[in-house]
């Protein structure tokens, strides 16, 4: 049987381009997303046989279980690679956004991660050499003004990253993430005129949603916890720790988001 990959977020964008990447190396895929009808689009244009798809809200632990285990028999007892990839972003300063979207964003970003990791934890331990690889972010090395929420939980997926490569290590699963910046996605393009300044003036675009899928199956065949998407994000991974009041004026630009 092949190896398998089970992908969250996978309808479009940057979950869509790492569905076509692993297909490239021969993975059995889960694809899975609040979007019923684009994982089942994206599955028959990948080939319906390699492919199991199904509708998920990463939320919902109990839904996770049933889908997860559904995908795992179709996949023949396999999970070797969880990709944590759904996710949701708005970009705004912190008062002009409800409290309800707030809360939306951890449950999706934070939670439904948290989610992942529980419901996979039986399968990874029973696929030798096993992989997760969750969506981080360069707002994770500081705290990103016009994305205070979204920053705090990829803060949070970093740390959830460090604590469980060690808890895991000893059932032989390796625990990463990448950390991209600013990705041509729906998610950074469909924002306001002043989001779209901001991300100008900490300078632009910096991945296509193809850059990232390499980078989720470099991950998976390397060895390091945390993978940078460019020099960029890898040198702020470490300005970050050595002269964080550096860090600090350099994303001043993004707090003019009013």
């Not at 297909?23 to 199991?52: K, M, Q, S, T, W």
């Not at 708005?90 to 951890?106: C, N, S, V, Y």
């Not at 490569?165 to 393009?189: L, N, R, S, W, Y």
Request: with cysteine.
């Amino acid at each position: 049987m092949s190896k398998a990959v089970f992908i969250t977020g996978a309808a479009r964008g940057i979950g869509a381009a790492i569905a076509r990447r692993f297909a490239a190396e021969g993975y059995y895929l889960g694809l899975v997303d609040l979007d019923a009808e684009g994982v089942a689009r994206l599955a028959a244009d990948l080939g319906a046989n390699r492919c199991f798809h199904a509708a998920l809200d990463v939320t919902d632990f109990a839904a996770y279980e049933r889908v997860l285990g559904d995908f795992t028999e179709a996949a023949g007892g396999r999970l070797d690679v969880l990709v944590n990839n759904a996710g949701i972003a708005k970009f705004g300063a912190f008062e002009t956004i409800a409290p309800a979207f707030h809360g939306k964003t951890i449950d999706v970003n934070l939670k439904g991660v948290v989610n992942g990791f529980h419901a996979a934890l039986p399968h990874l331990k029973k696929t030798p050499g096993a992989t997760v690889v969750s969506l981080c972010s360069a707002s994770a090395l500081y705290g990103t003004p016009g994305l205070a929420v979204y920053s705090a939980t990829k803060f949070a997926v970093r740390a959830l990253t460090e604590a469980l490569a060690q808890e895991f290590a000893p059932f032989g699963i390796k625990v990463t993430d990448i950390m991209p910046g600013f990705v041509a996605t729906d998610m950074v393009h469909g924002q306001s005129a002043a989001a779209g300044a901001a991300v100008k003036k900490m300078g632009g675009i910096d991945h296509r949603p193809e850059d990232i899928a390499d980078l989720a199956y470099r991950a998976v065949t390397g060895d390091k916890v945390h993978w940078p998407g460019n020099a960029t994000v890898r040198f702020g991974l470490r300005l970050a720790g050595l002269f964080p009041g550096l860090m600090r004026r350099m994303m001043r630009p993004m707090a003019q988001m009013h």
